[in-house]
Structure formats: structure tokens, C-alpha cells
């Protein structure tokens, strides 16, 4: 299974977990976390798991500097393989509809977005990240510069 895909399991999970322990998940904050590979022995061979760091609330965090709460998170991580992200947003048919918007950031420079009913029960729409949320554009391979 692929980066991406894997990364959708792991986002679903997330929001799931919330959602079995009473959590309301049109209340979640956007989070963030760091994606790590680990290496796994099946009956078919190696397998590449991939496993993160517990997500980060980025509820008190001004959007315009989400990208570089998600680029400082990769490089206090050595071994990062990318980031997730999700949040909540309106359909576009029906503002008061919540969907589960997702990213998945690769640090080969891939990445994905998508669009899911909160519950996941849907097959998830596909959709350019950047129209979502435009604040995290950037290369993430370059480092931060401070000034």
C-alpha cells in the first residue's frame, strides 16, 4: 500500500478514535502529525508500515503559520517521511454539511488531499490540497530560515 493511502487509513483512524470516545467530530481542531516508516515481516515478505507522532492541535495557531508548524515538526524528526493533516469543513453544496478534509505530505514532494464524510462511510473525493488550505504550499525540503 502506498504512502498516500496508508496515510488516508491512519487520518481515518484518528478521526474515528475521537468519535468512539464521545468525541464530537465537527468540533475537532485541524491537526498535524509526522509520518515514519517501519519495516515489517509478513508471510508475503517485507512490509513498509507506516506509524506518527501523536497529531498536534493547531487550533490556537493562526493559519498562515500552519505550514511552518508542520515543516518544524519534519525537521525536529530525522527519520520523517512527511506530515498529515485534517480538519473540518463545509461542503461546497452545503455549508452546514461537515466533511473531513485530509492531506498527506511526502517529502518526495507527493501529496494528496481528499474529502470525506465524517463518518468515512463515502468513498473519499479526491481534491488539490492547496485549494483547501493554501497555507501550506511551500517545499518542505528546504529549511526554515529565521530572521
Not at 468525541?23 to 485541524?30: H, I, K, L, M, S
Not at 512490509?47 to 511552518?68: C, R
Request: with cysteine; glycine share 6%.
Amino acid at each position: 500500500m502506498d504512502f498516500h493511502s496508508q496515510a488516508y487509513l491512519i487520518i481515518r483512524n484518528f478521526v474515528q478514535h475521537e468519535a468512539s470516545n464521545g468525541c464530537a467530530v465537527g468540533q475537532t481542531p485541524p491537526q498535524v502529525c509526522v509520518v515514519f516508516e517501519e519495516k515489517a515481516h509478513s508471510l508475503g515478505g517485507n512490509v513498509k508500515l507506516l506509524h506518527t507522532t501523536m497529531p498536534k492541535s493547531l487550533q490556537n495557531i493562526d493559519m498562515e503559520f500552519w505550514g511552518d508548524v508542520a515543516q518544524q515538526a519534519l525537521e525536529q524528526e530525522s527519520q520523517a517521511l512527511g506530515f498529515l493533516f485534517w480538519c473540518i469543513i463545509g461542503a461546497e453544496h452545503d455549508p452546514n454539511i461537515d466533511l473531513i478534509f485530509g492531506a498527506s505530505f511526502d517529502k518526495t514532494g507527493s501529496v494528496r488531499g481528499f474529502t470525506s464524510d465524517i463518518e468515512f462511510t463515502e468513498t473519499p473525493k479526491e481534491i488539490d490540497p492547496f485549494e483547501i488550505v493554501p497555507q501550506l504550499d511551500r517545499d518542505y525540503n528546504e529549511p526554515i530560515v529565521e530572521h
